[in-house]
């Protein structure tokens, strides 16, 4: 079992489904215009509207990439300079969010979370934001909720991946059934979505219906592009179902289509040591 998604992309196998939020915080930089002046928050200097945007802009992703580095005092520094910047950007707020969470402070990121969303009703962004949040703090039903909003908006690109993260989030709570038409519900909006096969699969897998989930895989890799996830993934269902001849093709496609992914040397390790 894996960990929710943001943008797309994909970890590998672990226990624990929401323990690591790579990319979960969905952050749209974009730059504000406008030549307006306007009051300026105590500290700092008095600038047009479109230059405090900029500014705010700039300090916020350098605080993002601060965060992602771990350095978590420069990202606090930076973050908080753009919310003085431009107080009402949704984004920033998110990414405040985000950064209490990092901070082990989930009152005040729960707060962050939802002034992102009051700040931009409805954006799926802030959405899946908050929805991430609440499946990896024990609120399934919450975050379940979220991410279907997420998906139902019409301006939301990619539905599929919302429904996946419900489905990953309603695993996490162990309401296996409602993951499964989560999952369902993915690959009916993008059946080559390969994170959604993946997640179905793997619930298949752990479930025994090892046919079910070796036909979505192969359906998947005949006509899609592989994915060293879904190649180890379908060596550890015909192991499951004692093909070794599968298995082994699987295991060639892997170590020859990706030799230096993180899923080869996982491979290489247990047919090294079995036991």
């Known amino acids: 079992m894996r960990s929710m998604i943001g943008a797309g992309g994909m970890t590998a196998p672990v226990a624990a489904l929401l323990a690591a939020l790579v990319g979960t915080l969905i952050v749209t930089f974009v730059t504000l215009t406008g ?3 306007s009051s300026q928050p105590t500290g700092v200097p008095t600038y ?17 990439g601060y965060l992602q580095q771990g350095n978590l005092a420069l990202a606090k520094d930076k973050i908080e300079r753009a919310n ?15 950064l209490d969470e990092r901070l082990g402070k989930d009152k005040e990121a729960d707060k962050e979370y939802r002034e992102a969303l009051s700040l931009a009703p409805g954006d799926p962004s802030m ?21 279907e909003l997420a998906a ?10 919302a429904y996946t993260n419900a489905g990953v989030c309603q695993r996490q709570a162990h309401h296996e059934t409602e993951a499964a038409q989560q999952f369902a519900r993915a690959l009916q909006s993008n059946p080559a979505y390969s994170e959604a096969v ?33 190649l180890l993934l379908g060596w550890r269902i015909a192991q499951a179902q004692a093909d070794a001849a599968g298995a082994a093709r699987y295991a060639q496609r892997l170590s020859k289509e990706f030799p230096n992914s993180a899923q080869a040397r996982s491979l290489a390790a247990n047919q090294a040591n079995p036991g």
């Open 35 to 37: 030549c307006k002046t």
């Open 48 to 64: 047009t509207t479109s230059q405090r945007s900029k500014a705010a802009q700039a300090n916020l992703q350098l605080g993002m």
């Open 84 to 98: 003085l910047e431009d107080p009402h950007s949704a984004e920033i707020h998110a990414a405040l969010g985000l």
């Open 127 to 147: 959405l899946n934001n908050y929805a991430v949040y609440l499946c990896s703090h024990g609120r399934a039903p919450e975050g379940v909720h979220n991410f």
């Open 152 to 161: 139902g908006n019409p301006l939301y690109r990619s539905p599929w991946a």
């Open 198 to 230: 993946f997640q179905a699969s793997d619930l298949d897998l752990a479930q025994q219906k090892y046919a079910v989930a070796r036909l979505r895989v192969d359906f998947y890799l005949t006509n899609n592009t592989a994915t060293p996830d879904l």
